[in-house]
C-alpha cells in the first residue's frame, strides 16, 4: 500500500488533517504547539485512493542537543518511508520563516512534495494562500482539515502518486479451473504497553523491533499519544501500542495530559493484552494496582513486566517480594504472570512475547460444556455449597458462553445467587487450576430458576 507523510512545522493542523484522512479523532488534537511527537500510523480512504498516512512531529529544522533534533530526525525518517510528502502550512498565518526552512529542507530530501494550505475556510486565507507560491513547491492546495473542504483537489493532487501498479495475470492452462483466492488474515493480536511515566514503554517497544521507531529519552511525558505499530513476530502479525504513562488523577491538571491520558485508557479498551510495565526501582505502587485494576474491570489478558532489572541489586529478593505483593494486590488475577526484563541489556525480552502469546490463548480458552460439568460436580462433592438463609443451594450445571475474558454461568435454584463471595473464589479458582487458566480474568454468572411449586399446600 502507498504511503503519504503529512509534514510542516508545528500547529499548523497535521493532526486535524491525519483524523479526517482516516475518519476518526486517532491522533491527539490541541492549540499547544509540537502536540505530536511519536509517528502516527493510519489508513486512509479520500474518495478513491486507498493509503496509509504518517502524521509527523512539527518540523523545527536546526542544529544542537535536546528534543528538536530527535524530533527532526523521527519526522525525516516518516518521510523516508513514505511515496509523496505533504507540506501543510496554516493559509491563515501566512508564510513564515520556519515554513520557508521547512520547504527548503523537503526540497533536498528527494521525494515529491505537495504544497497544502490549510484552514483557507475564510477570506482571512487569501493573502497566506498568494504567499505560498513563494515556497517553490508548485501551486497549493487549498483545503480546511476541520471543515472538509478542498479534499477533491487534495484526491486529484495525489491520485498520480499512489497509483499501484496493476498485478500481471497467471497464465491459465486450458480446462484448469482457478483456485479460490485464499482467505485474509486474521485481526492482529493487539499488545498495549502500559504503566507510569518513565517507566521505559517506549524504550521496550524499541528494544522488540530493534529500531529506534518511538521517541525516546530523559524527558518525562515524551509519549503522549497512543501510537499503534505493525510488527510481524515469528509469522504472526501483532500491534504494539506505547501509550502515554498514567498518573493518579489528583496530580493531572494540564488539559493535554488529561487527553492524553484519556487515549491510553482507550487503548486499553481496544487492545487483547494488557503488558504491565513497572519500574524495578519504584515496583508495585499505588497507580501501578490502578491501572491494573483497569485492565481487569476491561476483561483483558494481563501480563506484568518489571524493567530496568539490570539495576537490582538483590534480584532474587525483590523478585520474590514482588511476586507476594502482586498476587495479594491482583487477587482478581491469581497467577498472573510476572517477567523481569531489562529493555536497555535484552535480558529477558526473548521470553516476553511467548508469554503475551499465552495469556492471549488462555484468554481466548474455551472449554467444552460436558468437560465443565464433570468438574462442577467434582467440585461440589469436594466442597458443598453453604447454606444460604437457611436453605440448601443446588447448582445444577454450567455452561460457557463466551471467550475474551472466559465467562462462566453456572444454573442453580433461588439460593444459588446469594452464594458468598468466598464460595466465588472457590468455584473461579478451581476453575483457573483445571483448565489451566492461571493469571486470567474470569466472569462468573449464577443464575437461577425458580421453583414454581415453593410455598404451594397439596
Same mark, same amino acid.
Given at each position: ?9 508545528? @500547529? ?9 484522512? $482516516? ?38 529544522? %536546526? ?19 513514505? !511515496?509523496? %510528502? ?9 508564510? +513564515? #520563516?520556519? !515554513? ?12 515529491? /512534495? ?13 493573502? %497566506? ?12 492546495? &487549498? ?9 477533491? !483537489? ?11 501498479? &496493476? ?37 521496550? /517497544? ?16 515524551? +509519549? ?5 505499530? &505493525? ?10 501500542? !506505547? ?24 487503548? $486499553? ?8 510495565? *513497572? ?9 501501578? #494496582?490502578? /491501572? ?12 506484568? #513486566? ?19 505483593? /502482586? ?11 510476572? *517477567? ?5 541489556? %535484552? ?13 492471549? =490463548? ?50 442453580? @435454584?433461588?439460593? #444459588? ?36 411449586? =415453593?410455598?404451594?399446600?397439596?
Amino acid at each position: 500500500m502507498r504511503t503519504v507523510a503529512i509534514l510542516g512545522r508545528p @500547529n499548523v493542523g497535521k493532526s486535524t488533517l491525519f483524523n479526517r484522512l $482516516i475518519g476518526r479523532r486517532r491522533a491527539l488534537v490541541h492549540d499547544l504547539p509540537g502536540v505530536t511527537r511519536d509517528r502516527i500510523e493510519g489508513r486512509a480512504r479520500l474518495r478513491d485512493l486507498a493509503f496509509r498516512v504518517l502524521d509527523t512531529a512539527g518540523l523545527e529544522p %536546526g542544529e544542537g542537543e535536546g528534543l528538536a533534533p530527535r524530533l527532526l530526525a523521527l519526522t525525516l525518517e516518516g518521510l523516508a518511508e513514505a !511515496d509523496v %510528502g505533504l507540506l501543510v502550512i496554516d493559509a491563515r498565518t501566512g508564510v +513564515t #520563516a520556519l !515554513d520557508r526552512a521547512v520547504a527548503e529542507l523537503l526540497r533536498r530530501s528527494g521525494k515529491p /512534495i505537495l504544497l497544502v494550505a490549510n484552514k483557507c475556510e475564510g477570506r482571512a486565507a487569501e493573502g %497566506g494562500l498568494a504567499e505560498a507560491f513563494e515556497l517553490g513547491l508548485g501551486e497549493p492546495i &487549498a483545503i480546511s482539515a476541520e471543515h472538509g473542504l478542498g479534499l477533491a !483537489d487534495l484526491a486529484d493532487a495525489l491520485r498520480p502518486f499512489l497509483a499501484e501498479p &496493476a498485478p500481471e495475470p497467471a497464465p491459465e492452462r486450458e480446462g484448469e479451473v482457478a483456485a479460490a483466492a485464499p482467505p485474509g488474515p486474521e485481526r492482529p493480536l493487539r499488545v498495549a504497553v502500559v504503566g507510569r511515566p518513565n517507566v521505559g514503554k517506549s524504550s521496550l /517497544i524499541n528494544a522488540l523491533l530493534c529500531s529506534d521507531r518511538l521517541l525516546t529519552g530523559p524527558e518525562p511525558g515524551l +509519549t503522549r499519544d497512543a501510537v499503534r505499530i &505493525a510488527w510481524r513476530w515469528r509469522d504472526r502479525e501483532v500491534e504494539l501500542v !506505547d501509550t502515554a504513562g498514567l498518573r493518579r488523577k489528583a496530580r493531572v491538571q494540564a488539559s493535554l495530559e488529561r487527553i492524553s491520558a484519556s487515549a491510553s485508557v482507550r487503548a $486499553i479498551r481496544e487492545t487483547d493484552v494488557v503488558l504491565l510495565l *513497572l519500574d524495578a526501582e519504584r515496583p508495585l505502587e499505588h497507580q501501578d #494496582a490502578t /491501572i491494573a485494576d483497569l485492565a481487569v474491570e476491561e476483561g483483558k489478558a494481563l501480563v506484568v #513486566a518489571i524493567n530496568k532489572w539490570d539495576l537490582v541489586e538483590r534480584p532474587q529478593a525483590l523478585s520474590a517480594e514482588l511476586k507476594a505483593r /502482586i498476587a495479594e494486590r491482583l487477587d482478581a488475577v491469581k497467577g498472573v504472570t510476572v *517477567l523481569p526484563i531489562s529493555a536497555r541489556t %535484552g535480558y529477558n525480552l526473548d521470553k516476553l512475547l511467548p508469554t503475551v502469546v499465552r495469556a492471549f =490463548e488462555r484468554w481466548s480458552t474455551r472449554v467444552p460444556t460436558a468437560r465443565l460439568n464433570r468438574w462442577l460436580q467434582a467440585a461440589i462433592e469436594a466442597h458443598p455449597p453453604p447454606l444460604v438463609d437457611k436453605k440448601r443451594v443446588k447448582l445444577r450445571y454450567a455452561t460457557q458462553p463466551s471467550t475474551r475474558p472466559p465467562t462462566f454461568a453456572l444454573f442453580g @435454584n433461588g439460593p #444459588a445467587e446469594r452464594l458468598p463471595k468466598s464460595y466465588l473464589r472457590y468455584l473461579a479458582n478451581g476453575l483457573r487450576e483445571t483448565f489451566d487458566l492461571e493469571g486470567t480474568v474470569l466472569r462468573l454468572h449464577i443464575r437461577s430458576s425458580d421453583n414454581p411449586y =415453593e410455598g404451594t399446600t397439596r
